[in-house]
Each structure stands twice: as structure tokens, then as C-alpha cells.
């Protein structure tokens, strides 16, 4: 197997455990990071956690510290997985793609052979325990896609404000027209229904929740970014413990809230 480069530090802040950032080769010239949030004690399955936008968080170390952006939900909700037993990895954009990762990346092969390393690295890390691929936003594309795969090894897939709508743009296609029947394993839907952002209405989630589990979240904490942007109900903001919580209660098979508020 391919050495993996690993860089570890010494928990800092808030963090009640130390975190890893792991570099993986991958394909041939490039290079894969997440930060391995570890859960104490034993953990009950791990979560890879796909952040929306173009999916960089710009994972380096500094000072002997783990540096991120720190805003989105996922990313600003990796202590609740981690302190319900779920170990959590933040996946960053691979080395080719420093300006992010657009959608015909996120649906594409060279995507697959990046967190297919990723889910081998963290099946040997962790064994013995499930392991969801989950999303927020256009990281959505990301679960999705991987999960309708048959060659990745998962439990269950986990998409929050699913980015329903396609863009504008080249490669910003979204999830429009995709067949959520083809994910293979369980998927759960959590979707906010205030979230204002034009490419993730509340009622394409509803419309699914004859064929799906849905978690509606309300309220939280007032905006403090535009609809799209993770400061707002789109990244739940103000409901993060609560709507992590139902996530972690629907992978371990234990009774969840379906309506947050």
C-alpha cells in the first residue's frame, strides 16, 4: 500500500481530543487531506463529511496547529459527531484542484479514486465499525455520486440541504436529475425548511420524503451570510448540536427527531 503522509497535533481550543490532518497519494502526482477528528473511547462508526462550495478547506498547520476555513455547517459540527462516538473526516479538495472542486469533479472518476483511498485509509484506521459518507450543500454532489457507487464500502449516505437546483455555470449542474434510487445503501435526507438558497428549496426534499427519511429542521440563530452561504438556515445555523444529533441517532440505528425546532 501507498505510505500515507500524516501530520498530528496536539489538541487545542475547545477540542476535547486531538485531531490528525492525513495526506494520502492517491492518483499519480496528486494528493488527498482530510482532519480526522477522533472519537473518544471506542467509536461507533465514522462519518466522512463532504463541506459545500468548492469543497477547500485549506488544511495546513500552523504553529504546530491545525488551520482550516471553519465556517460550514459540517466543519463547525465536527466536535457533535465526535462526541456522540462518531470519528469524523473532513474531506479537502485533492492537490489538482486548488481552486475547488466543481461539479462534473465531484461526479467524475478521478473524484471516486480520491475518497476510495480515503474510505480504505479509514476502514484500516477504525475497523469494524459502519461508515457514512455524508454531505451539505454541493458536497451533496459529492455523497450522492460516491454512494451510487457499488466499489465503495459504505452504510449509508447522509445528504443535508441537498443541492437540488443546477447552476448557471459550467460544471455546476448540482443533483438536478439525478436518480436517488440509485444510492445503494440507506440515505437520509435533513433539509432546513427556512433555507432561502434558490438551489436548495425545502420543498424538493419534502417531495422525497415518500421515498426517504427527511429530518426538517426550523429556526436557529438570524443569518449572518447570504442565503446560499453557511451563516444561515441553508448550514443551520443555531441547530447544529440537535440536527448532528438526529444524524448520529439515524447511523446508529437508534430513534431520531424528524422534526427539529
Not at 463529511?49 to 466543519?75: D, K, Q, T
Amino acid at each position: 500500500m501507498k505510505a500515507v503522509l500524516a501530520v498530528v497535533f496536539a489538541a487545542a481550543g475547545s477540542l476535547a481530543h486531538g485531531q490528525e490532518i492525513v495526506t494520502l497519494p492517491t492518483r499519480a502526482g496528486v494528493t488527498q487531506s482530510y482532519l480526522l477528528v477522533a472519537a473518544p473511547g471506542n467509536p461507533q462508526a465514522i462519518a466522512v463529511l463532504f463541506p459545500g462550495g468548492g469543497g477547500s478547506i485549506r488544511l495546513r498547520v500552523e504553529e504546530g496547529r491545525a488551520r482550516f476555513s471553519p465556517n460550514n455547517f459540517l466543519v463547525r459540527s465536527r466536535e457533535e459527531f465526535s462526541n456522540r462516538g462518531v470519528t469524523a473526516a473532513i474531506v479537502d479538495a485533492p492537490s489538482d484542484q486548488p481552486g475547488g472542486m466543481d461539479d462534473t469533479f465531484r461526479l467524475g472518476a478521478q473524484h471516486h479514486a480520491d475518497i476510495a483511498a480515503v474510505v480504505a485509509d479509514l476502514r484500516q484506521r477504525v475497523p469494524g465499525v459502519p461508515l457514512f459518507l455524508v454531505g451539505t450543500s454541493r458536497g451533496t454532489v459529492s455523497a450522492a455520486s460516491l454512494g451510487r457507487r457499488s466499489d465503495i464500502a459504505i452504510n449509508g449516505v447522509v445528504l443535508t440541504a441537498t443541492l437540488f437546483r443546477a447552476g448557471r455555470g459550467v460544471g455546476q449542474q448540482g443533483l438536478s436529475g439525478f436518480d436517488f434510487s440509485a444510492i445503494k445503501s440507506p440515505l437520509l435526507l435533513v433539509h432546513h425548511r427556512q433555507d432561502g438558497c434558490v438551489h436548495t428549496p425545502y420543498r424538493d426534499a419534502a417531495r422525497l420524503a415518500e421515498r426517504f427519511p427527511l429530518v426538517s429542521v426550523s429556526g436557529g440563530l438570524p443569518a449572518q451570510s447570504a442565503p446560499c452561504e453557511a451563516l444561515s438556515e441553508h448550514g443551520f445555523l443555531g441547530k447544529e448540536a440537535a440536527t448532528a444529533a438526529a444524524i448520529v441517532n439515524w447511523m446508529l440505528k437508534q430513534p431520531f427527531s424528524r422534526e427539529i425546532e
